[in-house]
């Protein structure tokens, strides 16, 4: 194909369909800032307007904690085939009827747990396909407690191998991606940035210092150990208040927590916000806490210590995975151990003592923050080598 300066390309993200979903949101701002950089692009499916509610889990959390640990891993894998299956049945055809009478140089697709579509529709119309890989799905089950799925390892190698370019965000998922492929110079590595949110509010007032966390309640994102330091915290520093943002499998564990007696009036949960009282409320807090467990092969990038980042917050974070890549000790966060309940104490206890380092902290986690433009420039870039190919 000759070489184009500016390759016509379809961004394929089945989660922009669901307003409140935040791979969905990240598609929107990726299609947005690169269409603004004078990119050709536009995605398949689009967002349904006034849609902002996030969707609920596919199988109730509750239906879950019910049943048998044994039976949970088993049946969530099964209903991801089936939903995997589903749609790309529905979405093969869509995209091959609506792409084939001018179908684009480039089809740009975010790689979905036991989806097929991209890999059809790409092939059907004799396009080159660069996927965007956000997570190996073999190794995220085992994260989520499910058994390896042979399935997901194997379509995981298959279609990191069939892809024209591959597109991964950060060195720890590129080294995983490269280990199971015969070609790794097709690999970019490219960091996800986000928007900077237009509206701008204070921090709050009155002398409360308030304490945000903002992401999925899973086992390794360490919200029981973030719930214990607190309250260690407390006792030196009793005008800390923590709000807890998102939902997931540990999050009554984390309600019964919080209702203890040295918690109860210290701690609120919103569940799940879109994105604009997300940042409302970040921008309204004091420091922002990641506090992860250490759980090995981590590759996948916290998306809450970029939103953290781009509101200005002083950040407590796990020195743990892709974070050390991400934010300084001492530059522009506080590093702590994983799993290190002592340290985040001391760590929150010395943020809300000291306004001045909060302050300058904050300020210098802004000034890092990745934004969605640089992504942006970095993906049309790739597409314009997947056309030239």
């Given at each position: 194909m000759a070489h184009m300066k500016r390759p016509a390309v379809v961004y394929h993200n089945p989660s922009m369909i669901r307003a409140g979903r935040w791979a969905g949101e990240r598609g929107r701002q990726l299609?947005?800032?690169?269409q603004e950089a004078g990119g050709s692009v536009r995605a398949v499916p689009s967002t349904a307007a006034g849609q902002t509610t996030r969707p609920g889990p596919g199988m109730p959390r509750r239906l879950l904690a019910r049943l048998p640990r044994q039976w949970r891993g088993p049946l969530v894998t099964v209903r991801l085939m089936q939903r995997g299956t589903t749609n790309t049945v529905k979405w093969s055809w869509r995209l091959w009827r609506r792409l084939r009478s001018s179908p684009p140089d480039v089809l740009l697709a975010r790689y979905h747990e036991y989806e097929w579509t991209p890999l059809i529709v790409a092939r059907l119309l004799h396009r080159p396909l660069v996927l965007e890989v956000h997570s190996s799905f073999a190794l995220e089950g085992t994260l989520r407690g499910r058994r390896p799925s042979r399935v997901a390892r194997w379509m995981d190698?298959?279609?990191?191998?069939?892809?024209?370019?591959?597109?991964?965000?950060?060195p720890a998922l590129r080294d995983i991606v490269a280990a199971r492929i015969d070609d790794p110079d097709k690999i970019r590595l490219i960091p996800f940035g986000i928007a900077d949110p237009e509206m701008r509010a204070e921090p709050g007032t009155g002398g409360r210092i308030e304490v945000a966390f903002a992401g999925s309640f899973y086992p390794w994102h360490g919200v029981d150990e973030l719930l214990e330091a607190f309250a260690r915290a407390?006792?030196?520093?009793p005008e800390m208040h923590l709000t807890l943002i998102?939902?997931?499998?540990?999050?009554?564990d984390a309600l019964d927590r919080a209702a203890a007696p040295d918690l109860a009036e210290a701690t609120s949960f919103t569940g799940w916000l879109d994105r604009n009282a997300l940042h409302?409320?970040?921008?309204?807090?004091?420091?922002?806490v990641a506090p992860y467990h250490d759980i090995g092969q981590s590759y996948f990038e916290p998306v809450k210590v970029l939103d953290y980042q781009m509101a200005g917050l002083?950040?407590?974070?796990s020195d743990t995975?892709?974070?050390?890549?991400?934010?300084?000790?001492g530059e522009d966060a506080v590093l702590v151990p994983p799993g290190d309940v002592d340290a985040l104490a001391a760590a929150l206890v010395k943020l809300a003592a000291d306004p001045g380092l909060r302050d300058e902290l904050g300020r210098a986690a802004r000034q890092r923050a990745m934004h969605v433009e640089e992504t942006a420039a970095a993906v049309l870039e790739l597409c314009r080598d997947a056309a030239d190919l």
């Amino acid at each position: 194909m000759a070489h184009m300066k500016r390759p016509a390309v379809v961004y394929h993200n089945p989660s922009m369909i669901r307003a409140g979903r935040w791979a969905g949101e990240r598609g929107r701002q990726l299609v947005a800032a690169m269409q603004e950089a004078g990119g050709s692009v536009r995605a398949v499916p689009s967002t349904a307007a006034g849609q902002t509610t996030r969707p609920g889990p596919g199988m109730p959390r509750r239906l879950l904690a019910r049943l048998p640990r044994q039976w949970r891993g088993p049946l969530v894998t099964v209903r991801l085939m089936q939903r995997g299956t589903t749609n790309t049945v529905k979405w093969s055809w869509r995209l091959w009827r609506r792409l084939r009478s001018s179908p684009p140089d480039v089809l740009l697709a975010r790689y979905h747990e036991y989806e097929w579509t991209p890999l059809i529709v790409a092939r059907l119309l004799h396009r080159p396909l660069v996927l965007e890989v956000h997570s190996s799905f073999a190794l995220e089950g085992t994260l989520r407690g499910r058994r390896p799925s042979r399935v997901a390892r194997w379509m995981d190698r298959l279609f990191w191998q069939r892809a024209d370019l591959l597109w991964v965000h950060t060195p720890a998922l590129r080294d995983i991606v490269a280990a199971r492929i015969d070609d790794p110079d097709k690999i970019r590595l490219i960091p996800f940035g986000i928007a900077d949110p237009e509206m701008r509010a204070e921090p709050g007032t009155g002398g409360r210092i308030e304490v945000a966390f903002a992401g999925s309640f899973y086992p390794w994102h360490g919200v029981d150990e973030l719930l214990e330091a607190f309250a260690r915290a407390r006792m030196e520093a009793p005008e800390m208040h923590l709000t807890l943002i998102g939902d997931g499998v540990s999050r009554d564990d984390a309600l019964d927590r919080a209702a203890a007696p040295d918690l109860a009036e210290a701690t609120s949960f919103t569940g799940w916000l879109d994105r604009n009282a997300l940042h409302r409320q970040l921008q309204q807090s004091h420091i922002g806490v990641a506090p992860y467990h250490d759980i090995g092969q981590s590759y996948f990038e916290p998306v809450k210590v970029l939103d953290y980042q781009m509101a200005g917050l002083a950040i407590v974070a796990s020195d743990t995975g892709h974070i050390p890549n991400m934010a300084e000790d001492g530059e522009d966060a506080v590093l702590v151990p994983p799993g290190d309940v002592d340290a985040l104490a001391a760590a929150l206890v010395k943020l809300a003592a000291d306004p001045g380092l909060r302050d300058e902290l904050g300020r210098a986690a802004r000034q890092r923050a990745m934004h969605v433009e640089e992504t942006a420039a970095a993906v049309l870039e790739l597409c314009r080598d997947a056309a030239d190919l």
